[in-house]
DNA sequence: TAGGCCATCTGGTCCT
DNA sequence: AGGACCAGATGGCCTA
């Protein structure tokens, strides 16, 4: 369909064919009812189907005043600005049961009929019942009518910029939700929500990174012992901080559970590892670790940059600042995910617990629960970045 | 019922 | 000029 016949359709209030036009003019977008996470139930969500088909809802219970008929909707070139920006809510929910708060009607002061009275554009798509302002009708009578002949055509661009919009945010989850399919995490009831995903992800690779780190730091070290140089003081220092806990207290059995976990991601057995606590020290009981291919991939190469004494090494240097404990008993599976029996604690940067598991960094040591300040290595090594600059 | 999370709308701003 | 990006506002859904 092209601007033309959208047109056409304007001009016919046909807004729910036109807005079914719109839908199917871009391929990509998801009309099938779903509100935007269809792809993630598809895939297996850990976080429940959404019931509602909101975007459908709405987009075929918009009701418009096509004709532009309320002055409020034509003030967008004439009004004198200012203020805030944001519209604030949305005036086509209106299609909603229980929603919408224009029309004179609306539960809230806020939103388009505050900032019409601000002298704000209040909206270029403005409900039928908008129309019945008769006082700003009045008063832009002559407005109205020069603004009119464009009506037609900002509502369809309007309406355009929303479909763009959310593509823009489609796009976007689809992101998240790949995001979601490589950070390894504890699997849950519902999926890991928007911000849950970000500061997994920062951790995992800020973990990585110090892995990378480590690894070159313990070349370094074994050329200089290689040398006659201090290296062993290195290992003496190494040898006592890993025969019992750490300054947290919690034991040191990571490179246990990292030759544990390698050998289960390697060969595809069980393995039975603790590693990483949750923030109140208690350690996550019978976590079930399970692994994809492409996830084991990246644990492989992840953990095989990293020797028992690599561990020991970031152990001795990082877990006064991590608290680190989960149990794990995992197996190889579908999907790379921790199970837990219990309502595991996912640690945020922060020391801020919200509540959910943290997984994999469980048997690789990559600590995807990185706690409290989360691992400063730019004091550690001024070119954090390095390790990665080559996928620049 | 409150709070968290989310999708969507919306208008301003920035960029090409 | 038009599109991308951004952020505020709103309401729906879900859970504790």
Redesign the pocket.
């Known amino acids: 369909m092209d601007a033309t016949q959208l047109t056409e359709l304007m001009g016919s209030h046909d807004f729910m064919q036109l807005q079914h036009q719109l839908h199917h003019n871009n391929n990509n977008y998801n009309t099938d009812g779903h ?3 269809s792809s993630e139930s598809a895939e297996g969500s850990s ?6 088909t ?2 459908t809802s ?2 075929s219970n ?1 009701t418009y005043d096509l004709e532009m008929t309320d002055s409020s909707s034509q003030s ?1 070139d004439t ?1 004198g ?1 200012g203020g ?10 209106t299609g ?6 224009l029309g004179g009607q ?7 009929v ?2 019409t009275s601000l002298g ?6 403005a409900p039928n019942s908008a129309s019945s302002n008769s006082s700003n009708a009045n008063g832009n009578a002559n407005r109205r009518r020069k603004g009119a002949l464009n009506a037609k055509e900002r509502n369809m ?10 593509m ?3 796009s976007l ?1 689809d992101a998240f939700q790949s995001l979601r399919e490589v950070i390894p995490h504890v699997e849950m ?8 995903t970000l500061t997994l992800a920062k951790n995992y690779i800020i973990n990585l990174t110090h892995i990378i780190l480590s690894k070159r730091n313990e070349e370094a070290a074994a050329l200089e012992l290689n040398s006659g140089a201090v290296g062993g003081v290195l290992l003496s220092s190494l040898a006592s901080e890993s025969g019992g806990p750490v300054a947290s207290g919690i034991p040191t059995n990571s490179s246990a559970t990292t030759l544990c976990f390698e050998n289960a991601l390697a060969n595809g057995g069980a393995f039975d590892c603790a590693l990483l606590a949750a923030t109140d020290g208690s350690l996550l009981n019978a976590a079930t670790v399970t692994a994809s291919p492409a996830m084991q991939s990246i644990q492989s190469q992840a953990i095989h940059l990293q020797t028992p004494m690599e561990q020991q090494q970031q152990q001795a240097s990082h877990l006064s600042h991590h608290q680190q404990a989960i149990h794990g008993h995992g197996h190889l599976g579908a999907s790379m995910s921790v199970q837990t029996q219990q309502q595991p604690t996912l640690i945020l940067n922060g020391n801020t617990s ?1 509540g959910m598991g943290v997984g994999i960094g469980v048997g690789v040591e990559v600590g995807v629960g990185v706690g409290n300040n989360a691992p400063n290595f730019a004091d550690i090594n001024d070119n954090f970045d390095e390790p990665f600059r080559e996928f620049l």
Do not use: F, W, Y
Request: hydrophobic share 15%.
């Open positions: 509100n935007g996470l976080r429940p189907v959404r019931r509602a909101r975007r709405q987009l918009n967008d009004s600005g805030s920006s944001n519209g604030g809510g949305s005036a086509t929910n909603h049961p229980s929603g919408g708060s609306g539960p809230s002061s806020r939103g388009r505050q900032q704000v554009c209040s909206s270029t798509i661009r309007r309406l355009e910029s929303n479909e763009r919009e959310r823009r945010m489609h989850n009831e519902r999926r890991l929500s928007k911000i849950e919200v």
